[in-house]
């Protein structure tokens, strides 16, 4: 695709549910990133993953957070027994060259 | 230590005029920078990069300023449009290598026509 494209683009769940959600990077890109934004905020770093391993996992907040690569391409966070704290919007971006990072339309959580 | 940026300001601007918007970043040893624009619901969209190398970079009415003497980095909108409002991110990579960025909270850009 043109970009990086991200699903669902809304998500509401319960308060201990699990959620999983996708990122497509943008086709070649070698590199994802994960961020979230809560509102009105600046973005948080969670997960950078080359390829199919993740280097840099120094910003995920809980053990309840997780993601993985397959096959250099999609990849998957998921929050396990999430909490109200997790709403925020769930940032993806990929890039080919080590800095330039092209965000996704993001995915907004909310727990209830 | 603290990260990019100020508490989420407002600059408000003539359509036509050029705009400042201002960014101070704490860490000496970040190397890269980046500029970003996130309309309401929208994800950022990249504006200009620079490296700690250079101390200017222009692009298509954008031009980024590097003055790491006081480390501070600013963003020049020249003609500024409606299509300009929106929010505004700088980001570092806090040290050579770092992949991860660490943005500010970004400042609001509203043009008034």
């Known amino acids: 695709g043109a970009g990086v494209s991200q699903s669902p683009s809304n998500k509401v769940t319960e308060k201990g549910k699990d959620v999983e959600l996708r990122c497509d990077p943008i086709s070649g890109h070698t590199a994802l990133y994960w961020y979230r934004q809560s509102l009105g905020q600046g973005l948080e770093f969670l997960i950078y993953f080359q390829g199919n391993s993740a280097p840099d996992k120094s910003g995920l907040p809980s053990d309840r957070f997780s993601a993985e690569r397959t096959g250099g391409s999609v990849s998957t966070l998921t929050i396990q027994r999430t909490q109200q704290e997790d709403s925020a919007v769930y940032l993806c971006?990929?890039?080919?060259?080590?800095?330039?990072?092209?965000f996704g339309p993001g995915t907004r959580l909310t727990v209830l | 230590g603290e990260s990019v940026g100020l508490h989420l300001p407002t600059l408000s601007v003539q359509e036509g005029d050029n705009s400042i918007i201002n960014c101070a970043y704490s860490n000496s040893a970040s190397d890269y920078f980046i500029w970003y624009k996130q309309e309401s619901g929208k994800g950022p969209q990249f504006i200009i990069d620079?490296?700690?190398?250079?101390d200017k970079r222009q692009g298509q009415r954008v031009t980024v300023l590097l003055n790491k003497t006081v480390k501070h980095l600013s963003l020049q909108i020249a003609a500024t449009q409606p299509g300009d409002s929106a929010v505004y991110f700088c980001a570092e990579n806090m040290r050579p290598g770092r992949r991860a960025l660490t943005f500010g909270s970004g400042t609001r850009l509203q043009v008034q026509p």
């Open positions: 620079i490296r700690s190398n250079m």
């Open positions: 971006a990929s890039s080919l060259q080590p800095d330039t990072q092209y």
